[in-house]
């Protein structure tokens, strides 16, 4: 992926992108609103990395700004407030997902991945398929190897959402705003009780799992461990 | 004061008794005069003149008797019956025909003049008594209006200070549930309910300005260790992802990294309720059916609790709409929740349930309950119940509940669900009349 980093705290924008660069990604960085929104709209890239406050133009007006001129490259939000309703408003600028700092690199990691998927593979697809594993959305049916699985509303949207971003971290936070749509920090890891549940159903009489953990980040669905 | 009344009535009664008695005998030594001078005659004309000079208002009372008492001169049919005293005054009654026909009493005073002739010389008493009477009346009316007065003046004097009192009492109450911003309402009069008033509301002030500096630099220290924790947290997950260590060492990683989640989460917790108590949130309140909030919190700890073989209802009676913040509604019984699926043992029943008509929501557990003596210390921030601290959770949860319900004026109550506890949720403006 090329991504844009507009952050004016030098610090975290340079961890960003020593950890982006580790990742494989190609990252440009912008310490200026206006530089920012000057790169943003001349250059191509695949996801927009904006700080909420930066000198010269806050972050939600270089959103603003780009919206306006028809660019709808996905923006991830960054910001120090981490209020409700900033992260509403935030969205409400035509930003695609919102991350309060400090955070985890594996959670934006996860996110912008998550980002990057969405652009391409909207709900034009009808079948999901992660190995033997088949997702009619249209039939709202599960098959693993031909043998129908029984899915629950929800375990069809967690698995849904699972597997839409196949071959990609997904964190418990983006589960629960995702899947459940509720921003809240559940006392429990009552989200691991849910994966378990749906891994007894999809995973338990195969040979390959296909729902892996992954440690100190989050789950993923592929073919291999 | 009776005392003080008594005193006027009796001097002023004696007073007029006497000027009376010493009427007669000024009178009675004129009369002696002139019959010493003008011998019997002479005392019977100016007897005769002074009857035919009196007035009918005038009350003076003559008779002149011989020596066996028939009468000679006067305005008395006949002499008394009643015996005089020692120095010869005597009190009778006289029917002297008046309006009113009721008969007077009299005193005179009787004398021998040359042991020959009997006078009478008195005073119809009926004027007297009427002004005694009169005294008495005033007296008494005076008595009971003051005494009416005073009490109207004490009961309204107690009630304006009743108000005070109750006023600064409703204050202290509000203050004491949480809402530090409350003063007491002065009236500007600059009295001592005033002065008292203001002294109160000024030490509040004081409380409140300390509160909110040990709460800001609480947050602060929250905040600014957030940051370097985060960081951390990053480097243990770098040091993690490369993959040079044996499993001994990446287990290492992992406990320091779950560790740094946990601190992670205590100070978004802190934080959190922070934000929320500064009631910075309210810009994102919405309607909220909380039929459809309940049914996705019991939702999402179902498996939770069936994984602990619990038995988890919900039961909705009717809905309920409240006016708030969606994500801390579900944070508040999501909390609520995860806290009566912790401490219910396996196979007991935790029910959550919604009443339109008590326009409450309840969760109880079959748990230990929380005692009666703990039920406020338990909003506290870090108070756990547990001393021992072996049971996990950071000891915030149910003051983020807390904080939750205080930001959307919801009460919150704690009960016995014997065995076990129940948390009542009663959502604004609803009466706090509930069937338990």
Redesign the interface.
Known sequence: MRILIIEDDQETAS?IIK?LRESGHVVDHAAVGKTGLLMAGTESYDALIVDRMLPEMNGLSIVKALRGAGNHTPVLFLSAL????DR?SGLRAGGDDYLV??????ELLARLEALDRRKTSESTVTVLRVGDLEMDLLRRTVTRGGKPINLQP?EFRLLEYLLRHSGQVVTRTMLLEKV?D???????N?ID??IS?LRSKIDKEFDTPLLHTV???GYIVRESG | MLGLLAFIYWSTAVYMSRQTDATIEAEIKGLEERYRTDGLAGLSRLIARRLAQQQPGDSSVYLLTDNNFRPLVGNLSGWPESAPDDEGWLDFTLGRGDADNAPHRARAKAFLVREQFHLLVGRDMFELEETQRMIIHTLVWGIVITLVLALLGGIALSRGVMRKIESINRTSKDIMSGDLSRRIPTTGSNDDFDRLASNLNNMLDQIELLMEEVRRVSDNIAHDLKTPLARLRNRLESLRNDATHDSGQLELVDAALHEADGLLSTFNALLRIARIESKAQREAFGDQDLVALLNDVVELYEPLAEERGQDLRLECVGTLQVRGDRDLLFQCIANILDNAIKYTPPDGVISVTLNEGAGCVRVCDQGPGIPEHARDKVFRRFYRLDTSRSTVGSGLGLSLVKAVARLHTMEIELRDNNPGLCVVLKMPGSGSTESA
């Open positions: 961890y950890g981490g209020e409700v309703d509403v700092k400090p955070f985890a690199f594996s929800r459940w509720y921003h809240f920090d559940p006392q429990t009552i009780v849910h549940r440690r100190g980040a």
